[in-house]
């Protein structure tokens, strides 16, 4: 589908409010211990083990019914799951797009056979890499032998002609690392994402934030941290006035949410404050219903503080993160404008 015609697919459904792309947190449980992770209470602890199999498959029939197609699976690790198999399966016999964002750890032959049995179905598999250095692999880890076996799910993946995609989250322990990843997904014909976005932790602890890339390892980098998005889905700046609604620019509570593995519907991954609980009421209430998710569909962009910033939009602000950082969705998020404007001095320099 060219590039046109899927801004203007998204654009509809957008206005229609279906949730074209549903992220669900198959587990919070993990069997690493990633320094920068914002999961809490994930490694080697009871963390919240997920949806049911039962009712993770009756949402699956609610999530049909209300015009989903992509499912991402996610977690803490979805292969934690003694059901993952089963979980992943029963996104692909129902008919959806399925995207897996896994650590690669626990990845077997088994799993990459069943992907690639339904692979017209499987739109990615995102495997997290942070380095071709085992030792600063592991200490981003901080699991002896993490990398060894990513690599091998990489290569048990790529065999398959699995659409792979090595996402690293670069912070301090890494950053050095940058060209090396890049190199070796080039060099292996794979998709490559990278992202300097590190948030607080989910119950707002904020050690991950000393990981943050100072401005003299941002300004290494080539792009900033919006190369992480999809952009199929970004408006020109042209198509943008102050009366467009915020699904123009955003996607959550529009064509896109978050459930944890508590049954919580979320706007987004990033914003911690729940629409409904799957325990309480079903998919389709909360989506239809949701006074946040109302708040979010009668925003437009004039109501956001970032609207009248001569760098927007090429600066992408993420309403979810300013949530994060100030409680309010229309606030500048400071740590976007930070990484931002380290590239916008880059450029005019080179000018």
């Not at 995207?99 to 049995?117: K, P, R, S, V, W």
């Not at 992202?195 to 050690?207: E, F, K, S």
């Not at 519907?265 to 209430?285: D, K, Y």
Request: one cysteine or more.
């Amino acid at each position: 589908m060219r590039q046109e015609s899927r801004k203007t697919l998204f654009r509809r459904m957008a206005g229609a409010h279906t949730p074209v792309r549903v992220q669900i947190e198959a587990t919070r449980r993990c069997n690493l211990n990633c320094a920068h992770c914002m999961v809490i209470n994930s490694a080697g602890q009871a963390g919240a083990p997920g949806l049911s199999l039962e009712r993770f498959t009756h949402l699956l029939d609610e999530l049909r019914r209300s015009g989903a197609f992509h499912i991402n699976l996610t977690g803490g690790e979805p292969l934690c799951r003694p059901d993952a198999t089963d979980m992943i399966r029963a996104v692909l016999d129902a008919g959806f797009l399925l995207t897996l964002q896994t650590n690669g750890t626990l990845l077997e032959a088994a799993h990459a056979d069943m992907l690639a049995h339904s692979a017209n179905r499987v739109r990615q598999v995102g495997v997290s890499l942070y380095s071709m250095d085992p030792a600063v692999h592991d200490a981003v880890t901080r699991t002896p032998g993490s990398h060894e076996r990513t690599l091998r799910a990489i290569s048990l993946l790529k065999s398959r002609g699995l659409p792979v995609v090595v996402v690293t989250a670069l912070t301090r322990l890494n950053a050095a690392s940058f060209e090396q990843v890049e190199s070796f997904c080039r060099g292996n014909g794979l998709m490559f994402q990278y992202n300097t976005l590190i948030t607080p932790q989910d119950d707002g602890g904020r050690a991950p934030l000393d990981l943050r890339l100072d401005d003299r390892l941002l300004c290494r980098l080539p792009k900033p941290w919006e190369t992480f998005m999809d952009e199929d889905r970004m408006p020109a700046s042209g198509e943008l006035t102050p009366d467009s609604p915020l699904s123009s620019w955003c996607s959550m509570g529009a064509t896109a949410c978050y459930i944890t593995a508590s049954g919580d519907v979320r706007p987004c991954s990033v914003v911690s404050a729940p629409a409904g609980n799957l325990n309480q009421q079903s998919f389709e209430h909360i989506w239809a219903h949701s006074p946040l998710f109302k708040k979010l569909r009668a925003f437009k962009l004039s109501d956001f503080e970032c609207f009248g910033c001569e760098h927007f939009p090429k600066c992408h602000p993420c309403p979810g993160l300013a949530f994060l950082e100030h409680g309010e969705f229309t606030a500048p998020p400071r740590e976007v404008c930070r990484i931002n404007s380290v590239f916008f001095k880059k450029q005019e320099a080179a000018t």
